[in-house]
Structures are given as structure tokens and as C-alpha cells.
């Protein structure tokens, strides 16, 4: 079965931390895809990465970074000198089957606050 | 580049009435995806089509719930006898499979209160 897991429900920092977000999944597929959205209080889902299982390089974009770890099923997400903009509630996702599948499997989501 | 659109946004319905959801996918994209969203969790797939053709639904789509997307542009969901917990958020994605994976892009959603 395919599963996503993110502990953490709510962090809330002081602008300028840094902050990681956790994301867990489990597969018994060997290719697939991971995925983080952002849905601020507006609602839409805003797409942010994807990473695929053979591509395990750390990703950076501006004051976003990922670190995919296959050994330990982990795609965690990090921000860094996060700012009031950054407040939003963040989901990681997988496609299983190598993408071949519709659908994504998401989390329950991380609602992050960070206050001025 | 216009994005993902649904109407309506919002929808406030009697228990037992239908109501129905429209999705505008990104034009060039040939999937379209629907999802639900409850509140303090993520969003659950509920269908997806490829052009016209519908190629999986969830058991969460009971038989209640019917989608259509008749010229493989716009999709609707219908959903009948609306009961309380059918309120939540309706997502609406679209992606294209030419490209691997498909990134789902999502539209703003609609929110279903049932009274």
C-alpha cells in the first residue's frame, strides 16, 4: 500500500528561522514520484517540486531546499530565513507506479505560521 | 497562461439536493483529476480522465457521484441527494501526459457546505 506521513501537524516559527517540514512514504514500487504543494490560506494548491525515486540530488531554489533520502523513504523540505509569506499549509505527495497512475497520494499536511 | 478554473467557488445546498461543479482545465492539458479535501487533511482522489475517457475512480466516488467530461475539454461533477458529509473542498487538477510525471496543476476548488 502506498502511504504518506506527515508527523508534524503544526509548526509555528518567528520569522527569519529556518524550518523543515517531514515527509515520510512508503511504497513498494521502485519508480515513482514525490511531490510538495503549498496551499495558502486561499486555498489553491501551488505546485513546488517533483522528484523522482532515481534522482536522489538535493535540490535547491532560492530559500526553498529538498533532501531525498531513499534509504530512509524521506523527501523533507526546507526553508530557510522563512518569512510571513511562507504561512500556508504544505503537503508532500506521491505517484506511485512510475506516474502511470492518476492519482496522488497525499498527506494530512503541515500548516506552518510564521509569525512577524 | 491561464491556470486551472472551477465554478462555483463556493456552493450552499440543502441535504437531498444536487448540485453540480464545473472544472476549465489548462487548455492544453489532457488529464483532468478530481479530488476532496476535508478539513485537516489532504486532498483524496476521487477520478481522473484522459481526453473524454474516465480511467479510474475511487471507492470514495460512491454511486451518487458522477463526473463527465464530454469533449475531453471541461469536465462536471455531479453530485445527488447531497448529504452532510459531502461538504468539503472539491479540487479540480489537470496535467499533461506527454510529460513524466504529469505535475498536477490545481484549481482554486469548490467549497460544498450541505445544510
Known amino acids: 500500500a502506498q502511504k504518506v506521513t506527515q508527523a508534524q501537524t503544526e509548526i509555528s516559527v518567528v520569522e527569519k528561522e529556518d524550518v523543515t517540514l517531514d515527509c515520510v512514504y512508503e511504497?513498494?514500487?521502485?519508480?515513482?514520484?514525490l511531490f510538495w504543494y503549498k496551499q495558502p490560506p486561499s486555498g489553491e494548491l501551488v505546485f513546488l517540486i517533483r522528484?523522482?525515486?532515481?534522482?536522489?540530488q538535493n535540490e535547491i531554489s532560492g530559500r526553498y531546499s529538498w533532501n531525498f533520502q531513499k534509504s530512509t523513504s524521506s523527501f523533507n523540505f526546507t526553508i530557510t530565513a522563512s518569512q510571513v509569506v511562507d504561512s500556508a499549509v504544505y503537503f508532500c505527495?506521491?505517484?506511485?507506479?512510475?506516474?502511470?497512475?492518476?492519482?496522488?497520494?497525499f498527506g494530512k499536511g503541515t500548516k506552518l505560521s510564521v509569525k512577524p | 497562461d491561464t491556470g486551472v478554473s472551477q465554478d462555483p467557488r463556493h456552493k450552499i445546498t440543502k441535504r437531498g439536493q444536487n448540485v453540480t461543479f464545473r472544472c476549465d482545465p489548462i487548455s492544453e492539458h489532457n488529464r483532468l483529476y478530481w479530488y476532496r479535501q476535508t478539513l485537516g487533511q489532504g486532498p483524496e482522489f476521487l477520478t481522473y480522465?484522459?481526453?473524454?475517457?474516465?480511467?479510474?475512480k475511487s471507492r470514495l466516488l460512491s454511486d451518487r457521484f458522477s463526473a463527465e467530461r464530454p469533449k475531453g475539454s471541461f469536465s462536471t461533477l455531479e453530485i445527488q441527494r447531497t448529504e452532510q458529509g459531502d461538504s468539503a473542498m472539491y479540487l479540480c487538477?489537470?496535467?499533461?501526459?506527454?510529460?513524466?510525471?504529469?505535475?498536477?496543476?490545481f484549481g482554486p476548488g469548490t467549497r460544498l457546505t450541505v445544510l
Open positions: 511504497t513498494r514500487d521502485t519508480t515513482y514520484y
Open positions: 505527495a506521491l505517484s506511485a507506479d512510475g506516474g502511470s497512475q492518476g492519482n496522488l497520494i
Open positions: 480522465f484522459q481526453n473524454e475517457a474516465q480511467l479510474e
Open positions: 487538477a489537470s496535467s499533461n501526459s506527454g510529460s513524466r510525471p504529469d505535475t498536477q496543476y
Open positions: 522528484r523522482n525515486s532515481f534522482d536522489e
